[in-house]
């Protein structure tokens, strides 16, 4: 039985959403009923995610149907009462919006309780480097988690850090995977001018339009949920000039600063070009031709009419056609100039790239793109060699045996490239033999893997320090 190394963390912090989840399959609902609610004043707060690698997992669904906190007195404050259904691995080192806005009582907290159903996973067999779906049990619907310091909630919003802690969650054994949610829980300080997920910015957020009035926008993510976002004269507009130029349906993708106030103003917003109504986001898993003229995709997100019914780790074909365009997140704007050349083009896709499918159409499990955007993907491993090329740090990571990436592409490290840019998170100082994790854009060049890297991590640790029953 092989343990994962991969977590999840439901961040609250704000007025915007509160919840947190994983996509699933079918499994017994359990509902937190019972007790005695605090009561008082109100702090507004929203409920952000991310999660970090799971070496064969590639896709993990899980619902999360029920957070409720508790004071030293038992009274509780429930953070999620309804059901959310996402997918968990896409949200290696990235923090997303998850629920609609939520007051929770001020006071201090010392335990919660986190009920789950429906869980799914999908891996990549190490044999035949295909996708399979595996056969999922959940062992657990309940962690009760206490914590190793009380939260407070104050007038202030805080953020909240609900973690899975992945590596500790599943266990694949064959093709059986075996869920028991083990969650961490702590508060985050919010920044007064957040740079990152660690303190209150959230990058590469995707959505389609619900509305717009004003200064304001509502995006339906692809968790199904509805957020508010506001704007400013501040707001770095990509694709468009104005607000008016977004219709009901219209694609984008954002970067999101938290307010004290608990509100999400958005920092970017870049509409996808064309007359796209579908998106899909993943893993490439496989391709035809040279260039390459159709591809397999693992979706781990997806929006629009035509990709009701997907599920987490649905594999889908891609065709590239003569008017399909290639382009690099609009996040990571205009990459500087690097020791390399990076391209991405239908003649550099390889499998193990994570992408986004812009398609004006979806059939079944098929669609031709009319853009295929290079997007980030976290990798992990141990550090190799650290030197200098061209002013910026190359770091040679070692992957993890038997993770996706290394079985899809039968590469053994990874070439990282820090430049001036780079939000540096880690907590300790990256040395040779040292476990972390890079978050960027991957490009094959002269058959080295190399990441432009946008945010560097710590590596998966040990379980949390907090008591679990």
Same mark, same amino acid.
Do not use: C, H
């Given at each position: 039985m092989v343990k994962r190394t991969k977590t999840m963390e439901a961040l609250l912090a704000g007025a915007t959403a509160a919840s947190m989840i994983l996509a699933g399959c079918n499994s017994a609902v359990t509902a937190l009923t019972g007790g005695t609610a605090v009561t008082g004043n109100t702090t507004a707060t929203s409920a952000l995610m991310t999660d970090a690698p799971g070496d064969q997992v590639v896709a993990l669904g899980l619902t999360v149907n029920g957070i409720r906190m508790y004071d030293a007195s038992g009274k509780y404050a429930d953070v999620l009462t309804s059901p959310v259904t996402i997918e968990a691995s896409h949200l290696d080192g990235v923090d997303e919006p998850l629920k609609a806005a939520l007051s929770i009582p001020q006071d201090t907290y010392t335990? !919660?309780?986190?009920?789950?159903?429906?869980?799914?996973?999908?891996?990549?067999?190490?044999?035949t480097k295909k996708v399979v779906q595996a056969t999922t049990v959940l062992a657990s619907a309940t962690d009760t988690v206490t914590f190793s310091t009380p939260i407070t909630v104050t007038a202030t919003s805080t953020p909240l850090c609900f973690d899975l802690m992945v590596g500790q969650s599943v266990a694949l054994s064959g093709t059986m995977a075996t869920v028991t949610p083990v969650f961490d829980v702590r508060a985050i300080p919010l !920044?007064?001018?957040? +740079?990152?997920?660690?303190?209150?910015?959230?990058?590469? #957020?995707h959505g389609a339009v619900v509305s717009v009035s004003g200064t304001t926008l509502i995006l339906a993510t692809p968790n199904a949920t509805q957020v508010t976002i506001t704007t400013n004269a501040s707001t770095v507009l990509q694709g468009f000039s104005s607000l008016s130029a977004l219709t009901v349906g219209s694609l984008v993708d954002v970067d999101l600063v938290q307010q004290t106030s608990g509100t999400l103003l958005a920092a970017r917003i870049h509409r996808v070009p064309g007359i796209a109504a579908n998106e899909l986001v =993943?893993?490439?898993?496989?391709?035809? &031709?040279?260039?390459?003229?159709?591809?397999? *995709?693992?979706?781990? *997100?997806?929006? %629009?009419? %035509?990709t009701a019914g997907t599920i987490a780790g649905t594999s889908y074909? #891609? !065709?590239?056609a003569s008017g399909t365009t290639f382009a690099t997140s609009a996040n990571f %704007?205009?990459?500087?100039?690097?020791p390399f050349t990076p391209v991405f083009t239908a003649g550099t896709l390889f499998a =193990? *790239?994570?992408?986004?499918?812009?398609?004006?159409?979806?059939?079944?499990?098929?669609? +031709?793109?009319?853009?295929?955007?290079?997007?980030? *993907?976290?990798?992990? &491993?141990?550090?190799?060699?650290?030197s200098s090329q061209g002013g910026f740090t190359a770091y040679t990571v070692t992957l993890n045996a038997g993770s996706s990436l290394a079985t899809l592409t039968g590469?053994?490290?990874?070439?990282?490239? +820090? +430049?001036?840019?780079?939000?540096?998170?880690?907590? !300790?100082? #990256?040395?040779?033999?040292?476990?972390?994790?890079?978050? %960027?854009?991957?490009?094959?060049d002269a058959g080295v893997l190399k990441l432009v890297c946008g945010g560097a991590m710590d590596g998966p640790g040990a379980p949390p320090p907090q008591k679990h029953g």
């Open positions: 335990s !919660a309780v986190i009920t789950v159903s429906s869980p799914t996973v999908s891996y990549v067999d190490p044999a !920044a007064s001018n957040p +740079t990152n997920g660690g303190n209150g910015k959230l990058d590469d #957020i =993943g893993l490439v898993t496989a391709t035809t &031709g040279s260039p390459v003229t159709s591809f397999t *995709q693992t979706v781990r *997100q997806w929006i %629009g009419p %035509g074909t #891609i !065709a590239v %704007g205009t990459l500087p100039s690097l =193990g *790239q994570n992408v986004e499918v812009d398609a004006s159409a979806v059939s079944g499990t098929s669609a +031709t793109a009319g853009t295929v955007t290079l997007v980030p *993907q976290t990798i992990d &491993g141990t550090v190799a060699a650290i590469a053994t490290s990874v070439v990282v490239f +820090t +430049t001036a840019s780079t939000q540096m998170m880690n907590s !300790a100082s #990256i040395v040779v033999g040292g476990a972390v994790r890079f978050n %960027g854009l991957l490009f094959l």
